[in-house]
């Protein structure tokens, strides 16, 4: 594995300072995504020790989400201008920190500061890792290689969460699903100090502008969507931040179009097989990571089961994700991206299919575990390949903002997502006769129907995916 290191007598050998760099920046991406899973997980704990009204509650996800998805662009660019390597280890500070305060909250304010100087953190970090792992990572094969196993964290880490929130809930209490982030946050900065290089910047004047348009237009989307999940799309603030942020976003786009040194340069988009894999970002979360928050939903709420064995249900898909990690560096170079993504999308809707024949008396296995395999080998096939879409052959000096577009995408995508089946999912629960399982049962449903149309969108945008290998 090749990394654009400096020359050092005490350094290790090349090849495991290369490991001990992918390893940092793996670490950040896992406990970011890691923390997301975490937390929902423990909601009802959290609630019962702090006192959380029912619409407070949402705030403990809702003010993470926010902050990060609306300072994802802004902590992306800053990566470009002022140093990736600098803003990765402020934001990973920022992170622990909050992490730690976030464990110690003794009242409700106390843990949704936490949670948003979380999000500050996770938008500095997270882009920026990105950046660096594909700026370090000169060597084709093995940065095809970095970029799936990054990419496939994101996507396998909801599953993990899923599985370790629910042990540290039962074993050690919500606190713990915070206070975990302290040591693994605290070992990312130390390695990182010694071991992480930083790249070459290029020193320029921040696009002021399109900062504030960009974070204001985003924020507004995010908290639109969030807002449609709690009270519906025809709810005034809901209306109003949804038309806010497609006018500031608007005024973004216009402005960055004039801008000398834009916030997001909008050449990124002038590639095709980089523009669609962007929308693919999108669509797929939409579908794709609501079905976490369904299918939990239905394991707890109809089979009663505990939040641990509600994680080790998704124990397959983490598995399968895994794996494709390994498959996805050696389909893509050889196969392109048209055929592997088409297949992992037609295995996203058929996973989906399955799990709209769902009722009260359906056991997990063989149906609910079938799901979960074909979401497994689908998410790893169909999303996967995206990241390296978009991030080869980007030029190095716009990394960062391109790795702060796709993030966005990802968090804009999900929050989306999760507005909509949560509509879907009213409606079809709505008037229900009988027990409230077979109410809840037809709401979810209804809502992986949804979300199977969602996954045959990746597959349309798959099919105009160019058929040549990516430039690596």
């Known amino acids: 594995m090749s990394v654009a290191v400096g020359n050092s007598s005490t350094a290790p050998d090349r090849p495991l300072r290369s490991?001990?760099?992918?390893?940092?920046?793996?670490?950040?991406?896992?406990?970011?995504?890691?923390?997301?899973?975490?937390?929902?997980?423990?909601?009802?704990?959290?609630?019962?020790?702090?006192?959380?009204?029912?619409?407070?509650?949402?705030?403990?996800?809702?003010?993470?989400?926010?902050?990060?998805?609306?300072?994802?662009?802004?902590?992306?660019?800053?990566?470009d201008l002022c140093g990736r390597r600098r803003m990765f280890l402020v934001g990973v500070g920022i992170f622990t920190v909050a992490s730690l305060l976030g464990g110690a909250a003794l009242a409700p304010g106390w843990l949704l500061a936490a949670r948003a100087a979380q999000g500050v953190g996770a938008a500095l970090a997270g882009p920026n890792a990105l950046a660096l792992l594909t700026t370090l990572f000169t060597e084709p094969k093995e940065r095809m290689r970095a970029l799936a196993l990054y990419s496939g964290m994101a996507g396998a880490g909801f599953a993990i969460g899923l599985i370790v929130g629910g042990a540290l809930t039962e074993w050690f209490g919500w606190r713990a699903g915070l206070l975990i982030n302290v040591p693994l946050g605290g070992a990312a900065v130390l390695a990182a100090l010694r071991y992480l290089p930083d790249v070459p910047r290029r020193p320029a004047r921040p696009d002021l502008p399109g900062a504030v348009l960009a974070t204001t237009g985003v924020g507004a989307l995010v908290y639109g969507f969030i807002s449609a999940a709690a009270h519906g799309w025809r709810d005034t603030a809901t209306d109003l931040a949804l038309v806010a942020g497609v006018l500031l976003l608007v005024a973004f786009l216009v402005v960055e179009r004039r801008a000398a040194q834009p916030l997001l340069p909008l050449g990124l988009f002038a590639d095709r097989n980089r523009a669609v894999a962007y929308f693919n970002i999108v669509v797929g979360y939409m579908g794709s990571m609501s079905m976490f928050f369904f299918l939990t939903l239905y394991l707890q709420d109809v089979h009663h089961m505990?939040?641990?064995?509600?994680?080790?249900?998704?124990?397959?898909?983490?598995?399968?994700?895994?794996?494709?990690?390994?498959?996805?560096?050696?389909?893509?170079?050889?196969?392109?991206?048209?055929?592997?993504?088409?297949?992992?999308?037609?295995?996203?809707?058929?996973?989906?299919?399955?799990?709209?024949?769902?009722?009260?008396?359906?056991?997990?296995?063989?149906?609910?575990?079938?799901?979960?395999?074909?979401?497994?080998?689908?998410?790893?096939?169909?999303?996967?390949?995206?990241?390296?879409?978009?991030?080869?052959?980007?030029?190095?000096?716009?990394?960062?903002?391109?790795?702060?577009?796709?993030?966005?995408?990802?968090?804009?995508?999900?929050?989306?997502?999760?507005?909509?089946?949560?509509?879907?999912?009213?409606?079809?629960?709505?008037?229900?006769?009988?027990?409230?399982?077979?109410?809840?049962?037809?709401?979810?449903?209804?809502?992986?129907?949804?979300?199977?149309?969602?996954?045959?969108?990746?597959?349309?945008?798959?099919?105009?995916?160019?058929?040549?290998?990516?430039?690596?």
């Open 306 to 472: 505990s939040a641990l064995a509600t994680g080790v249900a998704f124990l397959p898909t983490a598995v399968l994700m895994f794996a494709m990690m390994r498959l996805v560096p050696r389909l893509l170079p050889r196969f392109g991206p048209k055929p592997v993504t088409m297949a992992g999308s037609a295995s996203m809707v058929a996973g989906m299919v399955v799990l709209t024949q769902l009722t009260t008396g359906t056991p997990y296995f063989p149906m609910v575990f079938a799901a979960a395999v074909l979401m497994g080998v689908g998410v790893g096939l169909a999303l996967m390949p995206l990241s390296v879409i978009i991030m080869t052959d980007v030029p190095a000096e716009v990394a960062g903002a391109a790795g702060g577009a796709m993030q966005t995408a990802q968090q804009t995508g999900t929050a989306l997502g999760l507005a909509i089946l949560v509509s879907v999912f009213g409606t079809g629960a709505r008037g229900v006769a009988g027990p409230a399982e077979h109410a809840l049962v037809a709401g979810v449903t209804a809502a992986f129907a949804a979300a199977a149309v969602m996954a045959a969108m990746t597959f349309a945008g798959a099919s105009a995916f160019r058929r040549t290998e990516p430039r690596i």
């Open 19 to 79: 490991r001990l760099v992918l390893a940092i920046l793996l670490t950040c991406q896992l406990m970011i995504i890691l923390d997301v899973t975490v937390m929902n997980v423990a909601l009802p704990a959290i609630r019962a020790d702090l006192g959380f009204s029912a619409v407070g509650l949402s705030w403990v996800l809702d003010a993470y989400t926010l902050a990060f998805g609306g300072l994802l662009l802004l902590g992306g660019r800053l990566g």
